[in-house]
């Protein structure tokens, strides 16, 4: 077994180990937190007897070790179980939400990734210049102002005021892909500003340290442009950095858009987290829980991955 | 001019010229902007209804664990969706009195303990089947059995007996008499569903206007024109979307960029500048709603009558209307029951008195802070609303100190547990219901620990009085024992505040009952277009 391999299944098993004791974190965590959820469901106005009968329909007198083995067998099996608050099963509940996230984080990241990309290839281009300066200034001043300021000023000022797009993301199955696009189309500006100045500045500082070798003052000696210097021969040696922040920057994009699901009414994983967790409905927050945690990992041991088959001392050992 | 412009406004309320057209010629024909806008409003009324067309409800409360059961509504949203596909036997009218859905009259025997309920003839569930009293007798029983969840479940306690003679006849027995019980028929909850909803209660299946579509709890629901509605009167659109938007600003500018015609709870403090908008208009009514500060008189030091009589006397009633509501709102008198209450009787108003209130704090012998709980979790601006508290009595040399409680858990290990706390009320349809409810000595949600003799004696009789004069007076009296003696300081009743587009229109001022013409807004409004 290649070093590289044996680097990448190590890497797999320590996610897996890492999501394993996640798992008992969230279980955990979610059964300390306060009020009842026969309370919570039913409200104020909530009977003691109607109290009674609820807590011993939902089986939250059980011991808790018994419901977190009998939960993660369930997990284990695809089974997340049925939400407390409304009967349903929660994997076809988050199925569909899971789908509106990574629709939206999609459409966000083929917009950011390529455009923080070339932002950064740019501003090494015209280093210490005012496109530079531009670039570096308008990114870190969108990434500096919380989302859901960002979200409210474009949602007044953009949907309101111009009326280019509206205000409320709502999207189901009776809508094509163009209306779809249009519908997200704030989200998506939101996000992408947010997540931009990372991943630019990233780009920009992996491509600097290369650009200190000697092997880009040959290339600058053999006349190629500026530009090509950067994208052929300092670019692909910094990938690893590069990689490893926009998978960081991709995992915000789906656990991280709670405020903006929430600002914008959009129909994803974030809602639906929130209105459960207000509602106390434990076996949702956990399944969201640990979907979030797995895209988290996952896309965490993707970036190790690539960069550990970037490195060619690791890919080719002697 | 008169006769153009006559014949611009018909043909503008008609739909065949567009408001923009019709604006446009009669600013031709020397008319300014605002007198056309009122020219069209009146001629819209004149033109009535106009049926077809889109409701789209921006709407506050629902989320995605939400239940389709009518016995498990507890928030805005979810009463709405039970008014689109249900109606209860009897509902709440502009009046203050009661108007008949599925049943077309009722009755009952002079001691107010045996109840008859006509059911109106030839009316329909969505699914076809004919509406009987064994379906009403059903959803009653479904709502009122030993293991329901009902939230409707406090109302119909002490039924002795029901039942159904024959199919257009439903019979309630009590153990002891209630004038109101008419009243507790026009829960929402009790909306009347075939079998009682016992086989599928999230069937959404009922006599209802409309008919659901498509529901995506929390998300968006549809609803269509159940074309064999009884009452030809109301239900316009032919459709109507319900989309959940509970973020508050997000919700207004989706009424302000036309995205949805109609919005609840606009928050009071940008309804004024939301209302500036030529194309919105702010509807806020009163309602029975209120704001409290609730302190256990069973509990020290609240169990001084010195100490309660300071409280409320350091009260700025009007000071917490004009900051926390925006001016959305009525003062309160440390009574749950205000002019919305149709029984009511003012009370003397008991006013902010430093004086009083220092007088009163030296004489109970008090020097420890006393200690106030609030949340955001008790009504919006409730922190706010303590500190503004803690001034006034601050004024009265009355030490207050305020402890922030977390919003989760708020109703069950803050409300109703400890001695002194901020909460809101929803208020009742009657006087009756709502001191049952919070000042009965024996109910749950004696969240003032109020318990007074004389008070429960009086309730009971007053429930059996079916002499209108003599119950008014009785109410008085039992709002006077609850003001001055009562652990409740009710600085504030709030006011319903809806905002609706002028592309709707139809609207009726005074309902009773909730926000959104008491839920009705949807259904007996139309589009204008």
Same mark, same amino acid.
């Given at each position: ?31 300390? *937190? ?16 109607? %109290? ?29 179980? =049925? ?37 950064? %290839? ?21 990434? &500096? ?26 999207? @189901? ?24 100045? #990372? ?76 209105? @459960? ?29 690539? &960069? ?11 | ?12 309320? %008609? ?22 806008? =009122? ?21 506050? $409360? ?105 199919? &257009? ?19 929402? #909850? ?21 008919? %659901? ?28 979307? *319900? ?31 939301? $209302? ?83 007088? @009163? ?12 709980? =609030? ?33 989760? $858990? ?37 969240? =003032? ?81």
């Amino acid at each position: 077994m290649g070093p590289a391999l044996r680097l990448v299944v190590q890497r797999i098993a320590l996610g897996l180990l890492l999501l394993f004791l996640v798992s008992i974190l969230i279980f955990w965590g979610t059964l300390i *937190l306060p009020g009842d959820v026969a309370q919570a469901i039913l409200g104020q106005s909530a009977t003691p007897e109607a %109290l009674a009968n609820l807590r011993d329909e939902l089986g939250v007198n059980d011991p808790p070790l018994t419901r977190y083995f009998e939960w993660l067998g369930g997990v284990l099996t695809g089974d997340l179980g =049925t939400a407390l608050t409304n009967g349903k099963d929660i994997a076809e509940s988050i199925g569909s939400r899971l789908e509106n996230t990574l629709f939206l984080a999609f459409w966000a990241a083929v917009i950011a990734v390529p455009l923080a990309i070339l932002l950064g %290839l740019l501003a090494v281009r015209y280093r210490d210049r005012w496109p530079d300066k531009l670039i570096s200034g308008v990114t870190l001043s969108t990434i &500096s102002i919380p989302e859901f300021l960002i979200g409210y000023v474009l949602m007044y000022f953009v949907g309101v005021k111009l009326g280019w797009a509206p205000t409320v993301s709502m999207i @189901h199955d009776g809508m094509n892909l163009g209306q779809k696009l249009h519908s997200i189309a704030l989200p998506v500006a939101v996000l992408t500003l947010v997540v931009l100045a #990372h991943m630019m500045r990233m780009t920009r500082a992996a491509i600097l340290n290369v650009m200190q070798s000697p092997y880009i003052e040959t290339a600058d000696l053999k006349g190629l442009t500026k530009f090509n210097i950067i994208w052929k021969h300092a670019f692909p040696n910094s990938i690893s950095p590069v990689v490893n922040v926009v998978m960081l920057n991709l995992a915000y994009l789906v656990v991280g858009v709670v405020v903006v699901e929430v600002v914008f009414t959009y129909p994803g994983m974030g809602q639906y987290l929130v209105d @459960h967790v207000s509602k106390r409905d434990l076996p949702v927050v956990q399944a969201c829980g640990l979907i979030f945690a797995a895209v988290y990992i996952t896309l965490n041991m993707i970036a190790d991955v690539v &960069s550990i088959l970037s490195n060619p001392k690791l890919r080719h050992p002697k | 001019m008169k006769d153009q412009l006559d014949y611009l406004k018909v043909n503008a309320a %008609l739909g065949r010229i567009s408001r923009r057209e019709f604006f446009g010629r009669a600013a031709a024909l020397g008319v300014t902007a605002v007198a056309a806008n =009122t020219m069209l409003a009146g001629a819209v009324r004149a033109a009535g209804p106009q049926k077809g067309g889109t409701i789209k409800v921006g709407i506050q $409360g629902g989320g995605s664990g939400d239940s389709l059961d009518p016995a498990l509504a507890a928030n805005a949203t979810m009463s709405q969706i039970v008014r689109m596909w249900g109606e209860p036997l009897v509902e709440l009218a502009d009046d203050g009195g009661l108007n008949g859905k599925v049943a077309e009259s009722y009755s009952s025997s002079p001691d107010a303990k045996v109840w008859t309920f006509n059911i109106r003839p030839d009316i329909t569930f969505s699914n076809g089947k004919t509406v009987t009293a064994d379906d009403v007798l059903a959803t009653i029983e479904r709502h009122s059995g030993e293991d329901t969840k009902s939230g409707a479940l406090g109302l119909l306690r002490g039924i002795k007996s029901m039942s159904a003679p024959d199919a &257009s006849t439903f019979v309630l027995e009590l153990d002891a008499p209630n004038a109101d019980l008419p009243y507790l028929m026009s829960d929402y #909850h009790l909306m009347i569903q075939p079998n009682g909803g016992k086989d599928d209660p999230t069937a959404c299946i009922g006599s209802g206007p409309y008919t %659901l579509a498509s529901a995506d709890m929390g998300v968006r629901l549809v609803f269509e024109k159940n074309p064999n509605h009884w009452d030809s009167a109301i239900g316009h659109a032919s459709t109507v979307e *319900l989309i959940i938007i509970n973020d508050d600003t997000a919700r207004v500018a989706a009424l302000q960029s036309g995205q949805v015609h109609m919005v609840n709870r606009v928050p009071p403090r940008t309804a004024g500048l939301v $209302g500036r908008a030529p194309n919105i208009t702010i509807r806020s009514k009163s309602g029975p709603g209120h704001y409290v500060f609730i302190a256990h008189v069973d509990t020290a030091p609240f169990d001084n009558q010195d100490v309660m009589m300071a409280l409320k006397y350091a009260m700025n009633r009007e000071e917490m209307v004009e900051k926390i509501l925006s001016g959305y709102g009525t003062v309160g008198n440390d009574t749950p029951i205000n002019a919305s209450y149709p029984l009511y009787t003012e009370l003397e108003q008991r006013a902010y008195d430093p004086d009083k209130a220092a007088f @009163h704090w030296k004489k109970s012998g008090q020097t420890d802070p006393v200690l106030l709980r =609030t949340s955001d979790n008790a009504f919006p601006g409730a922190p706010d609303a303590a500190a503004l508290f803690q001034q006034t009595c601050e004024a009265a040399g009355i030490p207050v100190e305020i402890k922030r409680e977390p919003n989760d $858990g708020y109703w069950s290990e803050v409300w109703n547990v400890q001695p002194f706390c901020t909460s809101y009320w929803g208020g009742r349809p009657t006087q009756d219901q709502m001191f049952t409810t919070a000042y009965l000595s024996t109910a749950d949600w004696n969240d =003032t620990r109020f318990k007074n003799e004389q008070f429960d004696q009086l309730l009971l009789a007053a429930r059996a009085e079916l002499d209108e004069a003599k119950r008014t007076q009785m109410y008085a009296d039992m709002g006077s024992m609850v003001r001055d003696e009562g652990g409740l300081i009710c600085p504030m009743f709030n006011d319903f505040i809806d905002g609706m587009s002028d592309e709707v229109a139809g609207f009726r001022e005074g309902t009773p009952g909730f926000e959104l013409m008491n839920f009705y807004a949807p259904i007996e409004m139309w589009v204008t277009a």
